[in-house]
């Protein structure tokens, strides 16, 4: 069963820093990943998504993660944190049984401080 | 092209009470999926459906009813609400070709 864990519940960083966010999986198939951003009251948006092409996948407002097949990671990256990024963070996983549901991390909130 | 609409944005119920939550997609997506996001647990599964008239239960399925009379519409229902139902609720599409899903902006259900 494919499963997803989100390493740390909140992270904090400053203005101009880098953010990383952690993704781990489990798949028994090659998984289709994504990472999903909610601003605060409101649903979710794609940010990108991994579909078993280009293992470094880039996203939109200059984030980008890798997929690491070794290490089962999908971590979500930026260069330089914005005040704007700071939002609740989901990393997904396609099910694989007939609904192809995604199956979510439990969320990692970024907080940018300026 | 609003893509996936909800209402209503949001509602307090009494306990015992029912209602009727409302997707809309205007993208003529095949899948449509009810989940429910409550604080450490990220997002899960009540309900989908593949097609107009199908629908299936997912992970969380207890205390939901849902219907699916026309493609473009995926009601999620709670005949006698219960505290344990206050959460916000998000309906999702996907096209049959992609694995990429859609969110509405949410439904907020508090039940007292």
């Known amino acids: 069963a494919q499963s997803v864990t989100q390493l740390g519940s909140h992270v904090s960083v400053s203005e101009g820093a880098l953010v990383l966010l952690r993704c781990n999986y489990s798949s028994s198939v090659p998984p289709y990943l994504f990472w999903y951003v909610q601003y605060p009251n409101q649903g979710l948006q794609l940010l990108l998504k991994y579909t078993s092409a280009a293992t470094l996948v880039k996203g939109i407002n200059g984030f980008e993660a890798e997929f690491k097949k070794s290490e089962t990671s999908f971590h979500l990256t930026k260069p330089s944190a914005h005040m704007s990024d700071a939002a609740e963070y989901f990393c997904?996983?396609?099910?694989?049984?007939?609904?192809?549901?995604?199956?979510f991390g439990s969320g990692t909130r970024l907080l940018v401080r300026p | 092209n609003a893509g996936v609409t909800q209402t209503p944005k949001f509602r307090v119920l009494k306990t015992g009470q029912s209602m009727t939550l409302l997707c809309a997609q205007d993208?003529?997506?095949?899948?449509m999926y009810w989940y429910r996001q409550d604080p450490g647990m990220g997002l899960r599964l009540i309900h989908y459906s593949v097609g107009e008239g199908t629908t299936a239960k997912g992970e969380v399925p207890d205390g939901y009813n849902v219907s699916r009379l026309k493609k473009q519409n995926f009601l999620l229902g709670l005949e006698s609400a219960a505290p344990s139902q206050t959460s916000v609720y998000f309906c999702?599409?996907?096209?049959?070709?992609?694995?990429?899903?859609?969110f509405g902006p949410g439904t907020r259900l508090t039940v007292t």
């Open positions: 997904a996983v396609t099910g694989m049984d007939s609904s192809y549901k995604l199956i």
């Open positions: 999702a599409s996907r096209s049959g070709g992609s694995y990429e899903q859609y």
């Open positions: 993208m003529n997506h095949e899948y």
